[in-house]
């Protein structure tokens, strides 16, 4: 569960982690995406290793204000047969939590704010 974000990070499970984070099969790591602008095919690279039978769809977090991400992040999903939801990084943050919690399959890529 991400209890905070916010000061350039997030608060998962009482456990602070500085920076953006990929959020996979229920493990977090540091993600180095720290723009839109810094989000590629390969920066998701956990994301496609994992594969349908894992991921659902990645829910994107995208910084402060919503943006589409790039044509081929989205076909390169598309392909993967992975599906995509994108809004900002807080409303992400929130959507995660209940999501999760309602057993989804899902991979969560967040900018930090």
Known sequence: MIDAY??????????????????????AQPWPVTSLADLSVESL????????AEVEFLLLGVGL????PLRSLR?????????????????AAK???VLTSEGRRLACALIAV
Request: proline share 4%.
């Open 6 to 27: 916010g000061d350039g990070g997030f608060r998962l499970s009482g456990e602070w982690h500085a920076g953006s984070l990929l959020i996979v099969a229920d493990h």
């Open 45 to 52: 690279n956990p994301v496609f290793a994992a594969g349908r």
């Open 65 to 68: 204000r919503n943006a589409q």
């Open 75 to 91: 076909e390169a999903l598309l392909i993967a047969g992975i599906g995509l939801e994108f809004m900002d990084t807080p409303a």
């Open 95 to 97: 959507l995660y939590n």
